[in-house]
């Protein structure tokens, strides 16, 4: 094989691995949809995404690793979309309110209030498989900081800490929505979750 052609065919072995990736995410969610995170075997996983079962362990540790991607493929999902903090960080934050509400309403409540209690739960295993990518908190903290910066938001406790206590309340919350039976609009939710995260934050 000539030089110039060894990055093409890393490129393509990479392109072959993300789609056996998205297979497996796709077989698995469907399953877990449908049946159950504890009733679906790792065997059905992979005959349903047409591959080895060796493959599977390539890509992931646990079955339950599948719903911590989908956390962290929503969360990269935020940190891209997510508002600048502007002159108004307040407003701001109001703004990743209605975007993180709108991004995972448009998931599968029982799987994505899975895998919020799996990635609060399971600390280690949702490091290992985020990986470099950001967290939740990661995209409220630039908000929060700026807050402070404006002079609106207090400074007696770190961007990193308060951003954590938001980030916990809105996590909650989904989890909330996610399993009751007739949930109230999320959006509404981290909403009122954002306005007592404020009452405390606040300058006054």
Known sequence: MAQTDVPAAGAQRRARGDRTRTAIIEAALALFDAQGVQATSIDE?????????????????RKEDVLLERAAQLTHQLHAQAPPAGADAVAALRALADLTA??????????????????????????????????????????VAA????????TDQTAHRLAHSLTVLWLDNVITWAERPEPRPLGRELERSLALFLDGALLR
């Open 102 to 143: 709108s991004t995972v309403s448009a998931g599968r409540r029982a799987l994505i209030g899975r895998a919020v209690r799996e990635l609060m739960g399971q600390r280690a295993h949702w490091e290992r498989v985020l990986g470099a990518r950001p967290t939740l908190g990661m995209v409220v903290e630039p908000l």
């Open 45 to 61: 996983i992979t005959a349903a995404a047409a591959v080895a079962k060796g493959t599977f362990y390539v890509h992931f540790h």
């Open 147 to 154: 807050g402070q910066r404006q002079g609106v938001l207090r």
